[in-house]
């Protein structure tokens, strides 16, 4: 079956440094996916994973284990606009994506 | 990059009645296209999987005769929710799929989504 678990909120001060974590069970992978999604809008894209280790890109950056089914996106330097719901995704061979239910981030300042 | 377009981008209509919506990939053909739906505070719940020229594959416990999905040519999509009632209100949003996956790290573009109120 399929299984992606992510907190459902965090609160993280502005400047700050926030790392939300993502486990998947999943019965195929091809790639991890770190969605942002403002309330009313569609998704954009983040970051993508496919092998093990770091991605970096600007102030966001994902990390994947594959043997441990586990995933985090980390945000550096939060900004007030950070402050939206965060999606990890699943791909599978097919293209089809699995999603998780989001974490809300709340960025104070 | 690529754009994916979805019209209307909100509708309001009595239950009862049948709603269309469009999904269109501007610059690029889309192999597969992918129809979500939300609910308010909750995820992307994946809905169907469509492919040009064939039936759409539904995902567990969506009725195929309710949610009618045309997938015409390799750059439009439709989803047609038949007798729509107040719990069909949602958020749609579809998806066009390029199919390379390992080549472009993100093959999947979302369209803006489309808000549906049923009366």
């Known amino acids: 079956g399929q299984n992606i678990d992510q907190p459902t909120e965090m609160t993280a001060t502005e400047g700050a440094i926030v790392q939300i974590n993502c486990t998947y069970q999943t019965s195929g992978f091809n790639g991890l996916f770190w969605y942002q999604q403002h309330a009313g809008e569609a998704p954009t894209f983040l970051s993508y994973?496919?092998?093990?280790g770091l991605e970096e890109k600007g102030r966001f950056s994902s990390f994947l284990s594959r043997s441990k089914g586990y995933s985090y996106l980390l945000l550096k330097e939060l900004q007030m606009k950070d402050s939206a719901s965060y999606l990890c995704a699943v791909r599978e061979p097919l293209g089809k994506l699995i999603f998780g239910q989001g974490t809300e981030l709340s960025v104070k300042p | 990059g690529a754009v994916v377009s979805q019209h209307p981008s909100w509708v309001i209509c009595k239950s009862g009645t049948s709603v269309k919506i469009e999904c269109r990939s501007l610059?690029?053909?889309?192999?597969?296209m992918f129809w979500y739906r939300q609910f308010p505070k909750q995820s992307l719940m994946l809905m169907a999987t469509s492919n040009e020229g064939s039936k759409a594959t539904y995902e567990q416990g969506v009725e195929k005769d309710k949610f009618l999905i045309n997938h015409a040519s390799l750059t439009l999509s439709t989803l047609t929710v038949t007798s729509a009632h107040p719990e069909d209100s949602s958020f749609y949003i579809c998806?066009?799929?390029?199919?390379?996956?390992?080549?472009?790290?993100?093959?999947?573009?979302f369209g803006p989504g489309t808000r549906l109120t049923v009366l």
């Open positions: 998806s066009a799929y390029t199919g390379t996956s390992g080549v472009l790290t993100d093959t999947q573009y």
């Open positions: 994973n496919v092998l093990d």
């Open positions: 610059d690029f053909q889309a192999t597969t």
